[in-house]
Antibody
Framework: EVQLVESGGGLVQPGGSLRLSCVAS????????MRWVRQAPGRGLETVAN????????YYVDSVKGRFTISRDNAKNSLYLQMSSLRDEDTAVYYC???????????WGQGTLVTVSS | DVVMTQSPLSLPVTLGQPASISCRSS???????????LNWFQQRPGQSPRRLIY???NRDSGVPDRFSGSGSGTDFTLQISRVEAEDVGVYYC?????????FGQGTKVEIK
């Protein structure tokens, strides 16, 4: 059974930092591009960052460039999102998900809530 | 960024009747490799999103065949041939041709 389990969310003050983690099982993690997608409360979906299967390419949406860093450890089947200089508008549920465009592999975690508030 | 525009934003449907959602992109979604990376996702209340369709018309594993996708270039459609109660939720189109990958605003499907 495929599983993606996120952790690390919580309440943080504006300007603070947080590190999200996602542990994958049930599929060949090291052969999958991965991404973080977020959803602000009551709002739509936004792709935050993508990372290549070997970690050699990374892409960020403009609103998080320079503040967020996506990374992975294929030996641990894990995906990470280091978030710093957090803003109110970063408040959202963050989903760990696969980023495969060309075939039927599509995996999602249950999400972890990040709340940025003073 | 590529803007994805869905219509309608709210879709009340009768059980057993068909439903259709439109998605238009602000630029062509044909990739330089010839593929068109247009996806459809379903998000049921309280759940994570789930992809239904990839590359315009390919159903993901386990997706009922009452869901179908069509279109080309900048105009795409998701059709549900006969709506069932479990289809209630929000549907999003998403393009993965141009970075950043962008979603439509979502279409809320509810039963009349």
């Amino acid at each position: 059974e495929v599983q993606l389990v996120e952790s690390g969310g919580g309440l943080v003050q504006p300007g603070g930092s947080l590190r999200l983690s996602c542990v994958a099982s049930g599929f060949t993690f090291s052969s999958c591009w991965m991404r973080w997608v977020r959803q602000a409360p009551g709002r739509g979906l936004e792709t935050v960052a993508n990372i290549k299967d070997d970690g050699g390419e990374k892409y960020y949406v403009d609103s998080v460039k320079g503040r967020f860093t996506i990374s992975r450890d294929n030996a641990k089947n894990s995906l990470y999102l280091q978030m710093s200089s957090l803003r109110d508008e970063d408040t959202a549920v963050y989903y760990c998900t696969s980023a495969i465009r060309g075939d039927s592999r599509d995996y999602w975690g249950q999400g972890t809530l990040v709340t940025v508030s003073s | 960024d590529v803007v994805m525009t869905q219509s309608p934003l709210s879709l009340p449907v009768t059980l057993g009747q068909p439903a259709s959602i439109s998605c238009r992109s602000s630029q062509s979604l044909v990739h330089s490799n010839g593929n068109t990376f247009l996806n459809w996702f379903q998000q049921r209340p309280g759940q994570s999103p789930r992809r239904l369709i990839y590359k315009v018309s390919n159903r993901d594993s386990g997706v009922p065949d009452r869901f179908s996708g069509s279109g080309s270039g900048t105009d795409f459609t998701l059709q549900i041939s006969r709506v069932e109660a479990e289809d209630v939720g929000v549907y999003y189109c998403m393009q993965a041709t141009h970075w950043p990958w962008t979603f439509g605003q979502g279409t809320k499907v509810e039963i009349k």
